[in-house]
């Protein structure tokens, strides 16, 4: 039986890490837009991932701060790449 809650937490943690390394890597003057065109695609990837996890928890009736983590998660993902299609907008200029 698959552990979904040990998966959430392994993509908290996962998440912890992006939120504090994608703003550096923005932050780096000599990122290639190539390099963000694929830390974007990264973080669409993993923003699905954690849907379809939350879908999972939902539909496997696990409680609401459960719940309530993903959707966390999943808005954090969203975040960073909207962050990244900010810059990515902005190279574009």
């Known amino acids: 039986m698959t552990d979904w809650v040990a998966i959430l937490k392994e993509q908290t ?3 912890d890490q992006m939120g504090r390394e994608v703003p ?5 003057p000599d990122i290639s837009e190539v390099q963000v ?3 974007f695609s990264a ?3 993993q923003a699905e991932f954690v849907e379809k996890l939350r879908m999972a928890l939902e539909k ?3 409680d609401f701060s459960i719940i309530k983590a993903a959707e966390r998660l999943e808005e954090r993902y969203a975040d960073l790449a909207a962050s990244v299609a ?3 907008k902005a190279m574009r200029k």
């Open 13 to 15: 943690a996962t998440g």
């Open 24 to 28: 550096q890597m923005l932050a780096n």
């Open 37 to 39: 065109k694929t830390l």
């Open 43 to 45: 973080l669409e990837k």
């Open 60 to 62: 496997f009736g696990h």
């Open 86 to 88: 900010e810059k990515l």
